[in-house]
């Protein structure tokens, strides 16, 4: 599978404020956040998007969503709301192809997103 930006954090060959790091997952801070909270939650196993999931890969992206939500209660914005986006392909807005849980929180977000 094709090494992609989020291989290279993992493997430390590019620098990202880490923020919770486990055998399975690893979760960092946004460079360009959009929130005053924004950080990515990914599988440490490159999954390039949410269709190349297999089933066999679901306690993995239960544990994405656990770590996003204990993530979020340290950070102190789950008890305000906060939102998880993930990305797919072109139209939903995908740019790294290694699957990856944004957290946003620290302000108020609309719905329906534009
Ligand atoms: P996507 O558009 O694929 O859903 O989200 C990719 C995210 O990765 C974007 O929010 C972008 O700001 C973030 N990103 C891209 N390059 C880097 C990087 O080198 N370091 C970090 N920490 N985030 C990155």
Same mark, same amino acid.
């Given at each position: 599978?094709?090494?992609?930006?989020?291989?290279?954090?993992? @493997?430390?060959?590019?620098?990202?404020?880490?923020?919770? !790091?486990?055998? !399975?997952?690893?979760?960092?801070?946004?460079?360009?956040?959009?929130?005053?909270?924004?950080?990515? /939650?990914?599988?440490?196993?490159?999954?390039?998007?949410? @269709?190349?999931?297999?089933?066999?890969?679901?306690?993995?992206?239960?544990?994405? /969503?656990?770590?996003?939500?204990?993530?979020?209660?340290?950070?102190?914005?789950?008890?305000?709301?906060?939102?998880?986006?993930? @990305?797919?392909?072109? @139209?939903?807005?995908?740019?790294?192809?290694?699957?990856?849980?944004?957290?946003?929180?620290?302000?108020?977000?609309?719905?329906?997103?534009?």
């Amino acid at each position: 599978m094709s090494e992609t930006l989020f291989s290279k954090i993992i @493997n430390r060959e590019i620098p990202a404020d880490i923020l919770y !790091e486990d055998e !399975e997952v690893l979760a960092f801070s946004d460079v360009s956040p959009q929130a005053p909270v924004h950080f990515l /939650v990914i599988p440490k196993h490159p999954i390039p998007t949410i @269709n190349d999931i297999q089933a066999d890969q679901a306690l993995l992206i239960g544990k994405m /969503v656990l770590t996003a939500q204990q993530l979020a209660k340290q950070k102190g914005i789950a008890e305000d709301g906060f939102r998880l986006v993930m @990305n797919c392909n072109e @139209n939903g807005g995908q740019t790294v192809f290694h699957i990856h849980l944004h957290v946003l929180g620290g302000r108020a977000f609309s719905w329906p997103p534009g």
